[in-house]
């Protein structure tokens, strides 16, 4: 399986003007192939100039980030973006979009419609192909934007707090829908998010980032039994453990800005 | 008007009847304003300077039904399309260009700027000396003047472009030549249609003026020769034919557009 991430001493400086911003600082980690990896840390901690570097949209100021031991050099097909705003092209209808990906790739239109499908089945959005966005509710864009991500098949998914504009009951629907797709596509998943409770359902280790600039706090395993369903796993000792310890370890960098 | 439609809808009944009240409530100030002027002419004012609106509509009518006015009217929707045409295939590019390069904008922005605060009819003697009396100078006229709404908002649109889409698409393979085709400008179409919409009345407001001095035909031909041979029925009912077709234009684009881009 390929997918592996590898990020070494990492430094990112916003330049505006005379004034430099550093957003990440000497970050080094790995995410190995098909692993799910949540990054969580304080607000304003670079855990989205991370995704951005990664994916090529941002220039590193230092350090080295490779993807299978090929250094990122801008975006490209083997990964794939997941925004908290869908970022869903208004023009396109579900099918549009979704095939986007495959066209640009060159694949016949019959074939890339046919694909298409697959994941838009897979994604129960079926019957909405020739809805247009504005259309859909934020839940359904949101399926509609990670059936375009996976029906190019990227090797690695980044995804941007993917799910922080929906309702709870819809986060945890597309959580588990989620970690269904996951399990069956053999992808890496770099997952940013602020939510404590959604990286330790979802992942298989979460990284905590030090607050402004970031770097790597610390890296959690989180062995839960992924047989059992939802309430099985969030009402269990283990959750709450894992949970809280994520939770502590935050708490440690967001304190100095929470003085009343 | 916003707040006046919703009120409207929430006392309207909706079907057939709810639609036709309110045409009526839509079209009733007019109806005031007309009896009015009916009452006033001959009255309040001499009518030979004043025509009543019943004389005015009966001439309208009366240039329709021979058809004495057809070919100035087909020659007037023309021009505008010609220059309404231009101006959007110009603006468009330009706008689009002066947002996404910094040379562009540099070099175009000094003369839209010179040329924003020139009411257009100033320069149709400047015109009429290059192409004369005629459709060029009216083209030119129109086009110049739709020109700047046009620009100023596909370039607007074409720089707030959301930034995700653009890097959706990189993600997927799409190449930095083709990001414009593919995500710029379909990201634009609804302020480049926002654009068009302000420029259509723009477009008739240029060729009125550019006939009234520089042709000796259409539309703007007609009220000035028949000002000066104080024939006023006509003059006025050219007037009212100008409005109209302006009325037309704009809620055939508004109708068309609704059905092109469902999606916006």
Redesign the interface.
């Known amino acids: 399986m390929d997918g592996h991430v590898v990020v070494s001493n990492l430094e990112k400086v916003y330049q505006s003007g005379a004034s430099q911003t550093k957003a990440i600082e000497d970050l080094s980690f790995e995410a190995a192939a098909g692993e799910f990896l949540s990054v969580v840390g304080p607000s304003g901690c670079g855990k989205s100039t991370l995704l951005y570097l990664v994916a090529g949209f941002l220039e590193r100021t230092q350090g080295t980030i490779s993807i299978d031991d090929v250094e990122v050099e801008g975006p490209g097909t083997d990964r794939g973006v997941v925004f908290q705003d869908y970022a869903l092209f208004p023009w396109r209808t579900v099918m549009g979009n979704v095939k986007y990906g495959l066209e640009e790739s060159g694949v016949g239109d019959e074939e890339a419609e046919a694909t298409a499908q697959r994941y838009i089945d897979m994604m129960d959005l079926d019957g909405f192909e020739d809805t247009y966005p504005k259309e859909l509710s934020g839940g359904m864009k949101q399926r509609v934007a990670l059936a375009r991500t996976l029906a190019y098949d990227p090797k690695i998914l980044l995804m941007d707090e993917p799910f922080g504009a929906l309702d709870q009951p819809l986060r945890e629907a597309l959580q588990d829908h989620l970690i269904d797709i996951w399990s069956d596509l053999e992808k890496t998943v770099l997952f940013i998010t602020h939510d404590v409770e959604e990286a330790v359902y979802l992942s298989e280790r979460v990284m905590i980032m030090t607050r402004h600039p970031g770097t790597k706090k610390s890296i959690l395993d989180i062995d839960l039994d992924r047989s059992l369903d939802r309430e099985a796993i969030v009402t269990s000792d283990a959750f709450a453990d894992l949970k809280n310890e994520v939770w502590r370890s935050l708490r440690e960098e967001t304190e100095p800005e929470v003085s009343l | 008007m916003a707040g006046a439609t919703a009120e409207r809808s929430e006392l309207v009944p909706d079907g057939a009847l709810g639609s036709a009240i309110s045409f009526v409530i839509e079209w009733f100030p007019l109806v005031i304003v007309t009896a009015l002027w009916e009452l006033a002419s001959g009255w309040a004012v001499a009518e030979s300077i004043l025509p009543p609106p019943s004389v005015v509509l009966v001439r309208t009518f009366d240039m329709l039904a021979t058809g004495s006015v057809l070919p100035e009217l087909l020659l007037s929707v023309y021009r505008v399309a010609w220059g309404l045409g231009l101006s959007i295939a110009v603006g468009v590019l330009l706008g689009i260009g002066m947002a996404r390069s910094d040379s562009v904008e540099n070099f175009f922005e000094v003369f839209l700027a010179m040329l924003y605060p020139i009411p257009k009819t100033a320069l149709v003697p400047l015109a009429l000396l290059w192409f004369g009396r005629g459709t060029q100078t009216a083209v030119l006229i129109i086009f110049l003047a739709c020109l700047l709404p046009i620009i100023l908002n596909s370039y607007n649109a074409a720089r707030t472009v959301?930034q995700?889409?653009i890097?959706?698409?990189?993600?997927?393979?799409?190449s930095d030549r083709k990001i414009l085709w593919k995500?710029v400008i379909?990201?634009t179409?609804p302020e480049i249609v926002t654009g068009i919409r302000q420029a259509i009345p723009i477009a008739f407001i240029a060729l009125t003026g550019a006939e009234l001095i520089g042709a000796t035909d259409g539309m703007g031909a007609i009220i000035r020769s028949a000002g000066q041979l104080g024939i006023y029925p006509r003059m006025f009912a050219a007037i009212v034919l100008i409005s109209a077709m302006a009325f037309i234009a704009l809620r055939g684009f508004d109708r068309l557009e609704r059905r092109v881009?469902?999606?916006?």
């Open positions: 959301d995700n889409l890097w959706s698409a990189q993600m997927m393979g799409t995500i379909p990201d179409i881009f469902v999606w916006t």
